[in-house]
C-alpha cells in the first residue's frame, strides 16, 4: 500500500530568480516526520505549491525535479489567485479557522467562499485522480479539505480515505452557527478513519453528529467512536500530534545552542527569563499574556529588574486585516508596558518580530525559566512541547493554556491557567520563578516522558495502525510504544 498524502500546501518553497524557478523543501515538525516515511514506501504528496505564477509545463517540471531530490513523487494542484484567495483567505481563515477556535465573531459567513471552496476540492480531486492507484491510502490533512473525501467519492474512487484534524472541533453551539454545517458534517463522515487531537475535540464532533445527524448511529469503543450513516462507516479517534523529541533533545545539547545559551545567560545576567514564541495569530492570545505580564510587573514589584519576557512572534497571513491589527495592538501593549516599568539596564519585555533560525530557537527554549503557552485555543500547541524537549537542564517551568490541546496530556504536571483570567496567569508567574530547581525537576520530567513517547513518529504509527496499515517495523528509528499515562 501506497500512502499518498493530501494537505493544502506542498512541503515546498518556490522562488522565482534570474535562471527560473528553484524549490527547496519547507521546515517543520509534519515535514520532517513524513519524509522518510513516504521515501520509504515510496509514497506521494499532493497540494498547492504555494505560489499561482508557478503554472503549466513549468509547475510540472519544478514539482519533478523537486520530488526527485527529496525521494518521494510530488503532484501540485494549480490554482488561480483569484480561487486561492476567496477559498484560502476566505473559506478557510475567515470562516473555519475562527469559528473552530471558538472566535466566532471573529467569522466572516460570506457565501462565495463555500462556493469556492467546491472549486479548490474540485481541482484538488482532479489531481487526485490522476495520480491515485487503486490500493493506495489516501491521507487527507487539516480543516481546508475536510470536504475533499466526499467529493472523491462522488467521482467513484474506492480508495481508503483517512483525515487528520490538526485544528479544535467545535461544540455544536458554534459549529450551528456555519451556514453549511450539515454538508460540512456530513462530508466529514465519508471517511473511513478520522483523527483528532484531543478527546474533548472527539466529543464535541460526537455532540454535534447527535445535534446534526440524529439518524447517524453511533457506537462508543474503548478510544474511539464508530459512526454509521447512510451505510458508510467512520472511525473517530484520538491522535495527538507529538515533536521528534530525540531530534530537538539532541540539538539543544550541541555546543553550538549551549555555546549561544551561554552568550544569552550573559546579555541577561541576574534575570529570570519568561519566553512566549507563538505565529501571529489572534488564537495564540498574545495581547492577554502581555497584559497578564503587565499586571504581574504591578502587582508584583519584586519582579521588576529581576524577570523579562521575550515574545518571538513569526508573521503569518499579513494580508488578513485581523492580523494587522493584531500586530498593531501587540506592538501597541509592548511599547506601554515597556514605558511604564522600563529602568536602566533593564527593559521588561523583548519582543522578536520574525522567524528565528531553528538554532537561536532551541537556544531561547533552553534558556527560558519559564516557558508562558498561553493560547486562547489550540488543537495542540507544539510549542509546549518544543520547549519540554529542550528543556535538558530541566529547569524550566512550563505555563500551559487550559485550551491549547497539549494540556489534556501535560496538564497536571504543568502550570495550568486560563488564558482569559489575567490576574490567575499573572499570578502563576512569581509562582513559576520561585519554584525551586528541586521543585521544577520532577515535573519537567515527567512532561518530557510525555512529550518523548508520544512523539511524531509515534503519532504516524497510531494513526496508520488505525488505519489498517501494516507497519512491519517499517515507522522511523524512534517508534515509541503505547501512550504512557498522563503525566503527573
Ligand atoms: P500552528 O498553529 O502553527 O499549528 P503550533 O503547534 O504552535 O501552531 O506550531 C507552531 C510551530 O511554529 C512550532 O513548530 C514552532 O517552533 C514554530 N515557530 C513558532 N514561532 C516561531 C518563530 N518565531 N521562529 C521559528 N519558528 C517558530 C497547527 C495547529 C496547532 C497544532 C499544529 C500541529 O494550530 O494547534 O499543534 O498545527 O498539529
Same mark, same amino acid.
Given at each position: 500500500m501506497r500512502i499518498v498524502f493530501v494537505s493544502n500546501r506542498l512541503p515546498i518553497v518556490a522562488e522565482r530568480g534570474d535562471e527560473g524557478w528553484t524549490t527547496h523543501a519547507s521546515a517543520g515538525g509534519l515535514v520532517t516526520a513524513l519524509a522518510p516515511l513516504l521515501k520509504r514506501w515510496g509514497g506521494m504528496w499532493i497540494g498547492w505549491a504555494g505560489t499561482a505564477e508557478l503554472q503549466g509545463a513549468e509547475l510540472a517540471a519544478a514539482t519533478r525535479e523537486f520530488g526527485e531530490r527529496v525521494g518521494y513523487d510530488v503532484a501540485a494542484v494549480p490554482l488561480s489567485t483569484e480561487d486561492y484567495g476567496f477559498f484560502?483567505? %476566505?473559506?478557510?481563515?475567515? !470562516? !473555519?479557522w475562527p469559528l473552530f477556535h471558538d472566535l466566532q465573531s471573529f467569522c466572516n459567513f460570506v457565501p462565495e467562499y463555500w462556493t469556492s471552496a467546491h472549486k479548490v476540492e474540485e481541482a484538488f480531486a482532479d489531481v487526485v485522480e490522476r495520480n491515485v492507484g487503486p490500493d493506495d491510502l489516501l491521507w487527507i490533512q487539516d480543516y481546508h479539505l475536510m470536504g475533499l473525501g466526499q467529493t472523491l467519492i462522488r467521482r467513484g474512487l474506492r480508495n481508503k480515505l483517512a483525515f487528520f484534524l490538526h485544528i479544535p472541533f467545535p461544540p455544536p453551539d458554534i459549529f450551528c452557527k456555519l451556514p453549511w454545517r450539515l454538508d460540512v458534517l456530513k462530508g466529514l463522515l465519508h471517511y473511513q478513519v478520522i483523527g483528532l487531537q484531543t478527546r474533548h475535540d472527539l466529543n464535541n464532533l460526537s455532540d454535534c453528529v447527535h445535534a446534526l445527524l440524529p439518524a447517524a448511529e453511533r457506537q462508543e469503543g474503548a478510544s474511539e467512536l464508530r459512526f454509521e450513516i447512510e451505510g458508510r462507516e467512520s472511525i473517530a479517534g484520538v491522535f495527538p500530534i507529538g515533536i521528534d523529541f530525540d531530534e530537538f533533545a539532541g540539538v539543544a545539547a550541541t555546543s553550538a545552542v549551549e555555546q549561544q545559551v551561554a552568550e544569552m545567560r550573559q546579555s541577561y545576567a541576574g534575570q529570570q527569563i519568561i519566553l512566549g514564541v507563538d505565529r *501571529? /495569530?489572534?488564537?495564540? %492570545?498574545i495581547p492577554y499574556r502581555l497584559r497578564s505580564f503587565g499586571r504581574a510587573l504591578e502587582r508584583y514589584p519584586e519582579l521588576h529588574r529581576k524577570t523579562t519576557l521575550v515574545q518571538i512572534v513569526v508573521p503569518s497571513r499579513e494580508t488578513v486585516p485581523e492580523y494587522q491589527n493584531l500586530k498593531g495592538e501587540i506592538e501597541r501593549l509592548v511599547a506601554q508596558i515597556n514605558g511604564k516599568y522600563t529602568q536602566p539596564g533593564w527593559v521588561p519585555i523583548h519582543h522578536v518580530f520574525r522567524s528565528v533560525e531553528r538554532q537561536e530557537l532551541l537556544a531561547w527554549y533552553r534558556l527560558? /525559566?519559564? %516557558? *508562558?503557552v498561553t493560547p486562547l485555543k489550540d488543537g495542540m500547541n507544539l510549542v509546549a512541547k518544543e520547549y519540554c524537549a529542550c528543556q535538558i537542564d530541566m529547569n524550566g517551568v512550563l505555563v500551559l493554556s487550559e485550551f491549547a490541546g497539549a494540556s489534556e496530556r501535560l496538564g497536571s504536571a504543568a502550570v495550568l491557567v486560563n488564558p482569559y483570567d489575567i490576574d490567575c496567569v499573572a499570578a502563576a508567574i512569581p509562582l513559576a520563578i520561585i519554584m525551586t530547581p528541586e521543585e521544577r525537576r520532577p515535573s519537567m520530567e515527567k512532561l518530557r516522558t510525555v512529550v518523548r513517547v508520544e512523539n511524531v513518529y509515534w503519532w504516524l504509527g497510531q494513526f496508520l495502525q488505525a488505519c489498517g496499515v501494516a507497519l512491519n517495523g517499517k515507522m522511523s528509528p524512534t517508534t515509541a510504544g503505547p501512550a504512557g499515562e498522563p503525566a503527573g
Open positions: 484560502y483567505q %476566505g473559506f478557510c481563515n475567515e !470562516i !473555519i *501571529l /495569530d489572534y488564537t495564540k %492570545g527560558a /525559566d519559564v %516557558g *508562558l
